[in-house]
């Protein structure tokens, strides 16, 4: 199992920067995939953006150029730099770990959600 901790979400103006820190513990094995994955009010829960140990990435077409995906593997760590925020990105944003980008959304393990608000 592993345990994923969450970081830096907040309340922010629109254009507006935030960036989410996720740590990872327990069994680092498992985690080669890791992720971030949003779910607002009425929503369904979506994949925002996704990397994997030898920084290969997957961006969702509503965050791309806008967010960044990166992850210290040494420490363990999975950041998202979150630039030019929009309402529309208001959610409770979960952190994602798997053994694979394919497995993340059905086997991953998840973390307890940071909040991200944008006024506008």
């Known amino acids: 199992q592993v345990r994923l901790v969450e970081s830096g979400g907040g309340l922010v103006q629109a254009g507006g920067s935030l960036r989410l820190s996720c740590a990872a513990s327990g069994a680092i094995f498992s985690t080669n995939a890791m992720g971030w994955y949003r779910q607002a009010p009425g929503k369904q829960r979506e ?47 979960y952190c994602n770990a798997a053994i694979s980008l394919a497995t993340m959304r059905t086997q991953g393990s998840w973390g307890q959600g940071t909040q991200v608000t944008v006024s506008s």
């Open 47 to 93: 994949l925002v953006a996704a990397i994997t140990r030898s920084s290969t990435t997957n961006y969702s077409d509503s965050v791309k150029g806008r967010f960044t995906i990166s992850r210290d593997n040494a420490q363990n760590t999975v950041y998202l730099q979150m630039n030019n925020l929009k309402p529309e990105d208001t959610a409770v944003y």
